[in-house]
């Protein structure tokens, strides 16, 4: 099994390089080329991958993984065109993109223009964000928390335990949605980050974390479906109106 020698400080050097590399091949189409994740931050251990960005003027470069002295290396490459839109009219990369944008460790480029994409990513005033979210929350969460009740149903404890996980993670970028908000950390520390949000479901962190822990269906089903409920009763409170159609007429196709 790999696993990589690179120390901390090898791997900033590793993006340093890769970068003289990347400006002398390609030169100005490369706006923007940093380092992310636990490399970026100085945290990386032998098993962790080296995360890197490209913000390009158009798709000459491809974003690829490869593996360099046994880690991962995985090269995301955006055009500065869709990096904008995704920032400008809010979808479920929207929170993505802004904690990319939030911790990368700039190695090339304009360092002023991270701050300039941000400030894209909040110039719809709230009601317009609103709008923008409303459409997007029925791929959210609903069709996991479907998942857990079939699974239990069917008495499959392995399906239902991973959809609590789909829950989990889809409740968060709604959450990132909602409260014009996101995360920086992957898995549970990233799910931790939104405990501070303003607008939560009742009981979230307690929910959350039984969730996240449960195993057999006893445990899942119950915080499951208090979650929900909670998290139902949280979208009538901001004023979200997520429509239950009854009628094929009715459905706006």
């Known amino acids: 099994m790999l696993h990589s020698t690179m120390e901390p400080a090898t791997r900033i050097q590793f993006g340093r390089d890769l970068a003289a590399r990347l400006r002398d091949r390609y030169g100005a189409v490369i706006l923007l080329f940093g380092m992310l994740g636990s490399s ?13 960005l490209a913000v390009t003027t158009d798709a000459t470069i491809a974003s690829r993984t490869l593996i360099y002295q046994g880690a991962p290396v995985v ?25 990319v944008l939030a911790e990368v460790r700039p190695l090339l480029g304009d360092r002023a223009a991270v701050a300039r ?25 609903f069709e996991s928390y479907g998942r857990i009740r079939s699974s239990a149903a069917r ?16 409740l968060r970028t709604a959450l990132c949605l909602l409260n014009r908000r996101y995360v920086t950390r992957d898995y549970f520390a990233g799910i931790e980050q939104t405990f501070a ?35 139902w009763r ?20």
């Open 40 to 52: 970026a931050r100085g945290e990386a251990t032998e098993w962790s991958d080296v995360d890197l």
């Open 117 to 141: 994409w941000q400030a894209l990513g909040t110039e719809l005033d709230d009601t317009e964000f609103q709008q923008a979210v409303e459409p997007l929350l029925p791929e959210l969460v």
């Open 234 to 253: 949280l979208l009538a409170a901001c004023g979200l109106n997520i429509p239950n159609y009854q009628r094929v007429n009715d459905l706006p196709l």
């Open 155 to 170: 008495n499959n404890r392995r399906d239902a335990a991973h959809a609590a996980v789909e829950v989990i993670y889809e």
């Open 75 to 99: 090269l995301h490459v955006i055009s500065e065109a869709d990096l904008t839109a995704a920032l400008r009219k809010p979808g479920l990369s929207w929170p993505y993109w802004m904690g």
């Open 197 to 231: 949000f303003r607008l939560q479901p009742d009981d979230y962190p307690t929910l959350v974390t039984q969730l996240w822990d449960a195993h057999e269906l006893e445990a899942i089903v119950p915080p499951a479906g208090k979650l929900m409920a909670a998290y």
